[in-house]
């Protein structure tokens, strides 16, 4: 008995240090998923493509942890067939609109991850959920509905958070592509919001991801940090939110 009592308190402790250790505690590897929009004027600005969309799109839905998790899971677009009419809407690929190579890539990096989940292990329950939540969460609706939109006028970082976390509830993470070094503005290009593995809506952590780049080519990638040209949004400068050229 008195093993027990001294036992205990050293139980508590361990528990309470597996349980602050994210990867030991979840079932999936990862904790959290990330539904990235982009603006594509912003991206086109990046990758010298046309846009001519002007509302948020989907980047993916990434978990935060695992990279290529399953390399012999190959993307095959017929198990998404029904999905393909709102991926081309809600998902384009901006890069090249007629091709499915962007959503290969999401499969390959990020779907394969996430598919650890029970309700995300197929391409068709990935895709959809994904949709959904983008559906869902309708960040271009909300953004307009408060009268944020695509103007030659500037923004504060804080008027773009704001509206998010006082319509959502929680922080999102806005990232801007700065222009130069010593320019005097940024542009605003990606939103993110975060969801638990059980699709509720959570803060995203102030969390480095590692972001990749590419050459015209979805799989052509190189592994980059901020070089990719987003990052964090300065709290200290205007924020350009550019409408179609
Ligand atoms: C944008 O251009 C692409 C390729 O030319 C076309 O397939 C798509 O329908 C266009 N989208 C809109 C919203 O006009
Ligand atoms: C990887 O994907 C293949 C094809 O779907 C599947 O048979 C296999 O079980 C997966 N491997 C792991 C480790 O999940
Ligand atoms: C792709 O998916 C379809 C529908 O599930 C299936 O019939 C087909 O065999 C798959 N193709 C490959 C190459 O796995």
Redesign the pocket.
């Known amino acids: 008995m008195s093993d027990m009592r001294l036992c205990c308190p050293f139980l508590i402790c361990l528990a309470a240090a597996l349980s602050s250790a994210l990867v030991i505690s979840s079932p999936y590897l990862w904790t959290k998923l990330i539904l990235t929009h982009h603006w594509p004027s912003t991206f086109c600005s990046m990758e010298h493509c046309h846009p001519?969309?002007s509302y948020w799109t989907l980047h993916g839905l990434w978990p935060d942890k695992g990279i290529d998790c399953n390399s012999s899971w190959h993307f095959n677009s017929s198990e998404i067939e029904d999905l393909l009419p709102d991926m081309e809407k809600s998902w384009p690929n901006l890069l090249h609109?007629?091709s499915i190579g962007f959503w290969k890539y999401e499969w390959h990096k990020h779907g394969t991850c996430a598919a650890t989940a029970t309700s995300l292990d197929s391409q068709h329950k990935y895709f959809s959920k994904a949709l959904e939540l983008y559906h869902k969460v309708d960040l271009d609706g909300i953004l307009r509905k408060f009268d944020i939109v695509p103007s030659k006028k500037y923004y504060t970082v804080s008027q773009i958070e704001g509206v998010i976390e006082k319509f959502y509830g929680v922080k999102p993470k806005i990232q801007c592509v700065h222009p130069s070094k010593n320019a005097d503005f940024q542009i605003l290009g990606q939103i993110e919001i975060c969801f638990n593995p059980d699709f509720i809506l959570l803060d995203c952590e102030k969390q480095f991801i590692i972001e990749t780049t590419f050459n015209g080519d979805w799989d052509n990638r190189i592994a980059v940090d901020k070089a990719s040209g987003f990052s964090v949004c300065d709290h200290d400068l205007p924020v350009n939110y550019p409408p179609l050229p």
Do not use: A, L, R, V
Request: proline share 25%; aromatic share 0%; glycine share 0%.
């Open positions: 001519n969309i609109p007629s």
